[in-house]
């Protein structure tokens, strides 16, 4: 059944409901303003339209609903009834809920950014005591996963929270976040992004943007974003602004409970809203030198998390981009090196009808957080060749540095990190490739300018004219990954051993391993 104004729906005791009225669309569906037939009272009702992936993920939205509908309290909207569509099977899924009459929080808060009307500390702690209060109902029996100004609701002059349990209906209808829950981008805790156990926790987060929207007028994150990815890296790799940059004024108390609320990592949270509205009891009031002197301390104590929050934002940030690098790197690899290999492998064991086939040892499901690469091509029977690659990273490699020291004349050196290079381009990872016989060649991964770069095949040879005693290689021979930035390094030099840097393709790559390979 398609419905329109003037439709009627029926609650569990079949008492009839009359559409009035549109007052809202998302992605749940339409919310229509109502009226009970036999009393006239007005109610809202959505319709949630879910679409589920599976059996099982329609049961579980079926099990939240009924655990939303025992929720209760004064500042939770109060749900009447929910048609999940068994009852009545000629009408489609609905809520019938409490009807808020003064629209919603998101509505108060452009007003007040308009205008830059700052609540007072005393208005502060009364909207959060009330947010608090109404989480504390509904964590008790659920997790709500799309806390945003729009979920909380104005009945009268009482904030309410609404469409706790409906979360999964948005995730299933728009298959926009497929994590176990929904959520919206702007609100959505860190561990909500790493597809994470829904907790209160994730709750607390999303509550504490609102509860910095309110104090400081602003969101807490700066750029705004303007995509779903611009908004996970915030959550997960940004520091919060400093509120009192927005409102000078706010109560120390206030910015310590949204700051713990905020933090990144999940167990320095609050534990519970039980914390929370403890926190919130006493507003502060300065009125002596010594509120004075403890509103100091509160305020320095604020500016070190702060700060600490900000170090360990930039860490997970440096972390994420390692990895990141490390991914690019490892595909490169796949795409270029182990592709060939494999395919080498295939032709050659396609054409021999020997029981020692050839093979290629490789496991890339175990390598993506590590820093070097690895695999083995076993061609012939007692034969192999190794190839090892290491992703180049600042951190390991160091290097010494000159230093003039001015009092003694004497030149003394002092250690920096650094990435080598070939020709002034940073090398992204270089490699060996050798034989059973310790014959082989270097692999480097040059950054060219392109998300890839470019690999390079080095060849090298002896420098006959200015060999020592011992120091002659056979030849061809690889520099092993120790040695290698220091060689790269001296090609512009006159040196014991020269190389020859050859831009790869596949041809000439392949006819090397296959020369190393039954050697």
Known sequence: MILNIGSKLMDGDKRKYILDDIIGQGGFGYVYKAHREDDGNIFAIKTTLPSF??????????????????????????????????????????????????????????????????????????????????????????????????????????????????????????????????????????????YSKNTIQMDIYSMGIIFYELAALEYPYSPMPRTQEDAKNLHLYSPIQNITNFNSRLDPKITSIINRMLEKVSKKRFKSWTEIIQSLEQPSSLVSSLDNIVAMAVATKNSLDLQRQKQESELRKQAKEKEDFRKLVHSQFDNTIISILKNYIDKMNEGYAGVHKAQLEYNNDIIPRQNHISCKLIALEGKYVDIKIEIVFKENHVRKVPIDNFWSGERQYREEEYIPQYRGKNIMAFGEISNSKGLGYNLLLVDSGEIYGDWLIMKNKNNLSYMTQNKERREPFAFDLEELPDEINKVQVTHLYTSDFEEYNDEEFISLINMLAIM
């Open 53 to 194: 992936f599976d059996k099982s993920s329609e049961i579980a939205f079926k099990n939240e609903i009924q655990a939303a509908l025992k929720v209760s309290g004064d500042n939770v909207i109060r749900y009447e009834f929910a048609h999940t569509g068994e009852k009545y099977p000629e009408l489609p899924p609905y809520i019938i809920m409490e009807y808020a009459d003064n629209g919603t929080l998101r509505d108060i808060l452009n007003q007040r950014k308009r205008t830059n009307s700052f609540y007072s500390t005393e208005e502060l702690f009364g909207i959060f005591r009330q947010l608090a209060n109404g989480m504390s109902d509904i964590n008790s029996l659920l997790v709500h996963r799309d806390i945003k100004p729009e979920n909380i609701l104005l009945c009268g002059s009482v904030l309410k929270i609404t469409d706790f349990g409906l979360s999964k209906v948005a995730v299933e209808k728009t298959r926009t976040i497929t994590f176990k829950g929904g959520g919206t981008p702007l609100y959505m805790s860190p561990e909500a992004w790493d």
